[in-house]
């Protein structure tokens, strides 16, 4: 299986709202990540999960949150967020991290979010 | 900061030609990846290359890495409608440990 699958797969909420984003993987990678994705636009890395100890935080407003519960499960928890945070959050996940190498990573298909 | 600079942003080809995209990173790179993106769909990864110099072909796909490994490009022969999205190449980032350093990506058009 090499799928990393990601709910929902649209989402639109209000500035007030509070939503959460799942991604889930059972390739037994042990590195799992957060991207956001403007139109026409490469990914832009926002979290890195090793092991499920968060290793990188690309300076992400606090708006976003992560949490790791397990080796296969990904979430982002979303609060307060503004219109500018509308694109596509990409899940992706790797066998792991090194120092000096990156591994291929496998992304999901994305959660497309609408912030009114 | 690092950074992994792609050309061209944008081709447009008939079916049947052949295309090429250029990455050039600020740094030497340990290691290169390239990344498919078909419209409304999300990266999948092509291939990965390690060594000075490495060519690495699929099917239609040839893959290079320069020999100071700062640069890498991706041509396709004869080119298919298949092959319609863009490619995005993705260096190691020097100093993050997991970080992808993405170029900006080629979008490519391809007219049957």
């Known amino acids: 299986d090499t799928e990393v699958t990601q709910t929902p797969k649209h989402l639109v909420m209000g500035m007030t709202n509070k939503k959460s984003l799942k991604c889930e993987q059972h390739?037994?990678?042990?590195?799992m990540y957060w991207y956001k994705q403007k139109a026409k636009k490469p990914p832009e890395l926002m979290f890195v999960?090793?092991?499920?100890?968060?290793?990188i935080n690309e300076s992400v407003p606090s708006r976003f949150s992560p949490e790791c519960p397990n080796s296969s499960l990904l979430n982002l928890h979303l609060h307060a967020l503004q219109p500018e945070d509308s694109a596509l959050y990409l899940c992706?996940?790797?066998?792991?991290?090194?120092?000096?190498?990156?591994?291929?990573?496998?992304f999901g298909p994305g959660t497309r979010l609408t912030v009114t | 900061g690092q950074q992994v600079m792609q050309i061209p942003q944008y081709q447009h080809v008939q079916e049947g030609e052949d295309f090429t995209t250029y990455c050039n990173s600020s740094?030497?790179?340990?290691?290169i990846q390239w990344y498919k993106q078909r419209p409304g769909g999300h990266p999948v990864f092509l291939i990965q290359l390690v060594k000075s110099g490495e060519v690495k072909k699929q099917k239609r796909l040839t893959f290079q890495f320069g020999e100071a490994k700062k640069n890498s490009s991706l041509h396709i022969t004869a080119t298919q409608t298949t092959d319609v999205g863009t490619y995005f190449c993705a260096g190691h980032g020097s100093s993050n440990t997991g970080k992808l350093i993405f170029g900006q990506g080629t979008t490519l058009q391809v007219k049957p």
């Open positions: 999960y090793s092991y499920e100890k968060l290793s």
């Open positions: 740094t030497t790179l340990s290691n």
């Open positions: 390739m037994g990678h042990r590195a």
């Open positions: 992706a996940s790797s066998p792991g991290l090194a120092e000096t190498f990156t591994y291929e990573q496998y």
